[in-house]
């Protein structure tokens, strides 16, 4: 069951994590984490704790793709209690390998059998003979000899969110990290009625999100403040991807460009028939690279689209000498739109392909930036609706499952998309025929539409070679 758009905050919609997929990197992590903590509770009540054994199995996209993505990792490093945001990079890449040298960790006073090469199967598209609950579908368990003692089923839906999965029904079951009965001053889950709101009360769309995450129990100042650390890690990944060589990992031979376009522009040496100023698809760049070599990155929504927004955020902060507290609104408006694109279609590329990744960025990036700009609640509405209606059919289909080639360019060039529908909008009154909300039902019912090779698994398209 999907929150309303209106309890999807920010900070929901922009997590700071690891590279190199947020569906199939972090998203697997943090719902291993969350089976680590039910094993912890489970292991305490037992007398006997000898023969414990974890078994975890991976479903559909995250089987088809999922070793090109790390998945495996993650899923080793969220079993033995690190974190996508704040444990070590290396720490979280080392746990797959330690593990397989020794095969076991301790819980509590248990000790738990995990052989990643043995205990981690890649399975295909259904479960127990009955089709998945979503394409990006686990399953844990805890087995003591013959007979399993815990089972979790988890989907990871897109952007780093999970959703619990009844093993019973294989249904999703309701669960909220929002209360829903809390009465909100802007009620809001259509992007008709989030303008309307703002029109209505003559207020900006970031005080209607500031104003509804303090009804909700977030205060302004702490999430300006944490919006502020996603600023700084945006900054700082950019920077190291500005100044790192090298080949980027599993087997392409993807050689790092950023850093050279950027020598090449800061020295006036790039051809003078471009036509763009090349500053946002080569920050985009450099956010990427350092998603495809397992880095820090933000989820903006999704890894694989991270680079679009921190790009787009540095290009107008350097032209505009935006504020802090400007580009934190930025960040708010942003938000909302990803909300909605969340809520009424998908932000997983496993469920409805590239648009909801590299689309939906190049949406709230256009939306921020307009706002930044001092553009109308209508203008923003206008940019976001450009941003995914020329983007709309994308496919993802990355080669070798790994987040590398298409998908590196694709986040330079939805920058380019985001601050030309930025230039288009404000130069309109903001009127135009098709509806943001339109657009994402478009978006939805193409995914839907969609044949299943061209969605994250590595078996049509540009995939093959």
């Known amino acids: 069951m999907k929150l309303q758009a209106d309890h999807i905050g920010p900070l929901a919609m922009f997590k700071i994590g690891v590279g190199p997929s947020s569906s199939h990197t972090v998203g697997p992590m943090v719902a291993a984490m969350d089976f680590r903590q039910r094993l912890e509770e489970r292991v305490s009540t037992l007398a006997n704790s000898d023969s414990l054994r974890i078994a975890v199995e991976l479903y559909g996209s995250l089987s088809a793709t999922g070793k090109g993505h790390g998945t495996d990792g993650a899923v080793c490093a969220g079993l033995i209690g690190l974190h996508p945001r704040f444990s070590d990079t290396q720490d979280i890449w080392a746990a797959m390998p330690n593990l397989i040298d020794s095969p076991e960790f301790k819980l509590g006073s248990a000790i738990l059998k995990f052989n990643p090469d043995e205990d981690i199967s890649w399975q295909e598209w259904l479960m127990d003979g009955k089709s998945l609950p979503h394409p990006n579908t686990i399953r844990f368990r805890l087995w003591q000899k013959d007979k399993i003692l815990l089972e979790q089923i988890t989907a990871s839906v897109g952007g780093g969110f999970i959703e619990a999965i009844d093993p019973l029904t294989g249904q999703y079951l309701t669960s909220a990290t929002e209360d829903k009965t809390v009465s909100l001053p802007y009620p809001f889950n259509t992007a008709a009625e989030f303008v309307a709101q703002c029109n209505q009360n003559d207020i900006t769309p970031w005080q209607i999100i500031i104003a509804n995450q303090e009804a909700l129990g977030l205060k302004e100042a702490e999430l300006r403040q944490q919006l502020d650390e996603i600023l700084n890690t945006m900054e700082r990944c950019i920077e190291q991807g500005l100044k790192t060589e090298g080949i980027l990992p599993g087997g392409l031979n993807v050689k790092r460009r950023a850093k050279n376009l950027h020598a090449k522009m800061l020295s006036g040496q790039t051809s003078d028939r471009a036509a763009n100023d090349l500053r946002p698809s080569v920050y985009a760049i450099a956010v990427n690279e350092e998603n495809a070599a397992g880095g820090r990155v933000v989820t903006a929504p999704t890894n694989g689209s991270s680079g679009i927004i921190p790009s787009v955020w540095r290009t107008l902060r350097e032209d505009h000498n935006l504020s802090r507290e400007t580009l934190q609104n930025g960040l ?13 279609a998908s932000i997983s590329g496993a469920e409805v392909g590239c648009q909801g990744e590299v689309g939906t960025s190049c949406a709230m990036a256009a939306a921020g930036a307009t706002a930044m700009l001092g553009g109308t609640i209508n203008q923003i509405e ?16 990355p080669i070798k499952g790994l987040v590398q080639i298409p998908c590196i360019e694709r986040n330079a060039m939805g920058a380019v998309k ?26 939805k019912q193409t995914g839907l539409d969609m044949n299943q ?4 698994t590595a078996t049509g398209g540009l995939a093959l070679g």
């Open 332 to 344: 708010i408006v942003a938000s909302a739109i990803g909300a909605l694109v969340k809520t009424h």
């Open 382 to 397: 206008q940019a976001a609706e450009i941003g995914i209606e020329h983007h709309l059919g994308m496919t993802c289909d």
């Open 418 to 443: 985001a601050l030309n529908a930025v230039a288009l909008s404000l130069a309109s009154d903001g009127s135009h025929l098709i509806s943001l909300d339109r657009v994402l039902e478009v978006m």
């Open 453 to 456: 090779k061209y969605k994250e």
